[in-house]
C-alpha cells in the first residue's frame, strides 16, 4: 500500500517541506533508507544521515533546520518520535486489517460471535464460546468451550485458549501462547506417586492486556488466575495457577511466577526472575533480572540478586564481591606477617 508526502502530513497533522506527491511504501531506518521508503529523525546524533539518506520522506521536528541540500521531503510535526509511532500504530492497522472466516476452519453451532471478525484457517471455535466485535484470530488457533472473549481482541496463530478462560477488550495474545493450562498441582501418596489434583478454575485476562509468544498462564485450581488491566507480559513467561498480577504491570522474558502469589500494580520486573509461591509482592516495585524472590516484598521495594535483597545493598556488596580474592589475599598477608612477629 502506498501513502503520499500530503497523506501522512494530514494523518500527523504535519507540514511537507518538498514534494508532496512522493509515493512511499515502506518504513526504514534513516541510515538504510531507499527510495520508497518512510523514516524519521529524533535523536541528534543521526542528523548526518538526513543529508545521505535515500529515503523518499523523512519526519523531523517542526524545528529542524536543514545545513545543506537534502534528498528527501520532509514532514515537520511537533515530536518525530511520538509522530512515528502513531504512524507505525496506524500502518499496522492497515496491514492487518483482515475480515472473513477463511476455510478450512470450525465454529460450534451453539458458539456466537460479533461484527467485522477475521477467523485464520484451520482455527478451532467451541462449543458455547462467545467472541466480540473487530476480533482477529489468526490461522491454528485453539479457542475451547465456554471462553468469553471482548470487542478488538487480536490472537495470533498457534495460540491456545483453554475452555473457560475469559478475555476483556483490546488484548492482543501472541502466537504460541497458552492459557488456561492445568496448574502444577500434584500431591504424593505414601508410596511416594503423585496424584493430580483437579483444576477445576479458569484464567481471567482484563482489558488493554498484552500476551508475548509462548507464554503460559495456567488456569487455578479454584477460583481465577487474573492478570488485571493493562499489564504486559513478555515472551516465555510462566504464570501459574491462582497468580494475580496487579494493574499495569510489566514482566519480561523467561520469568516464572509460582502458583499463588499476588504481584500489585505498576511493578516492573526483569528477565529470568524466579518468584516463588504464596508471597505478596507490593504497589510500584522494581526486580532487577536474574533476581529470586523468596519473601513478601513491601511497596517501592527496588531488588536485586538471589534471593534478592535492596539493589543498592546488592551493589555494593557486588563491589566488594568482585573484590573478594585481592580481600582474601590481603587478610592472609595480614595474618603471616602478624604470625611472624609473634
Known amino acids: 500500500m502506498k501513502f503520499t508526502a500530503s497523506q501522512i502530513a494530514g494523518i500527523l497533522e504535519g507540514d511537507v517541506i518538498g514534494n508532496p506527491d512522493v509515493e512511499v511504501s515502506k518504513l526504514a531506518k ?3 533508507g531507499s527510495e520508497g521508503d518512510l523514516t524519521f529523525l529524533a535523536n541528534p546524533k543521526y542528523k548526518p544521515y538526513i543529508y545521505t539518506t535515500k529515503a523518499s520522506i523523512t ?3 517542526k524545528d529542524f533546520e536543514a545545513e545543506s541540500e537534502l534528498f528527501t521531503t520532509l514532514i515537520k510535526v511537533e515530536d518525530a518520535y511520538k509522530s512515528f509511532s502513531r504512524l507505525l ?6 496491514k492487518m486489517n483482515k475480515t ?12 456466537v460471535y460479533g461484527e467485522n471478525i477475521y477467523l485464520g484457517a484451520f482455527s478451532y471455535i467451541g462449543d458455547h464460546a462467545g467472541i466480540g466485535n473487530n476480533c482477529k484470530i489468526y490461522p491454528n488457533v ?3 468451550d465456554n471462553v468469553r472473549i471482548g470487542d478488538n481482541v487480536t490472537i495470533f496463530a498457534g495460540a491456545k485458549i483453554y475452555s473457560e478462560t475469559v478475555i476483556g477488550n483490546h488484548c492482543v495474545i501472541h502466537s504460541g501462547a497458552v492459557l488456561g493450562a492445568d496448574g502444577f498441582g500434584f500431591v504424593p501418596d505414601e508410596h511416594g506417586q503423585y496424584t493430580k489434583v483437579p483444576q477445576t478454575g479458569n484464567v481471567i485476562l482484563e482489558d488493554y492486556v498484552d500476551i508475548g509468544a509462548a507464554t503460559t498462564i495456567d488456569r487455578a485450581t479454584l477460583g481465577s488466575t487474573i492478570i488485571r488491566r493493562g499489564v504486559k507480559l ?4 510462566q504464570i501459574a495457577h491462582n497468580v494475580e498480577i496487579g494493574e499495569n504491570t510489566v514482566i519480561a522474558a523467561q520469568t516464572g511466577v509460582a502458583g499463588s502469589t499476588k504481584i500489585g500494580k505498576n511493578c516492573m520486573i526483569g528477565g529470568q526472575v524466579g518468584i516463588v509461591g504464596h508471597l505478596t509482592i507490593g504497589n510500584r516495585v522494581r526486580i532487577q533480572a536474574q533476581s529470586g524472590i523468596i519473601r513478601n516484598v513491601q511497596d517501592d521495594e527496588t531488588l536485586q540478586g538471589s534471593p534478592a535483597f535492596h539493589h543498592p545493598d546488592f551493589s555494593k556488596s ?5 573484590n573478594l580474592p585481592k580481600i582474601v589475599q590481603t587478610i592472609h598477608q595480614f ?3 602478624r604470625n611472624n612477629n609473634e
Do not use: L, M, R, W
Open 30 to 32: 534513516i541510515e538504510e
Open 59 to 61: 519526519i523531523v521536528n
Open 89 to 94: 500504530e496506524y500502518y499496522n492497522q492497515v
Open 100 to 111: 472473513g472466516i477463511e476455510q478450512p476452519s470450525f465454529i460450534s453451532e451453539s458458539a
Open 142 to 144: 485453539y479457542i475451547g
Open 234 to 237: 513478555d515472551n516465555q513467561i
Open 318 to 322: 557486588y563491589v566488594h564481591f568482585k
Open 335 to 337: 595474618d603471616k606477617k
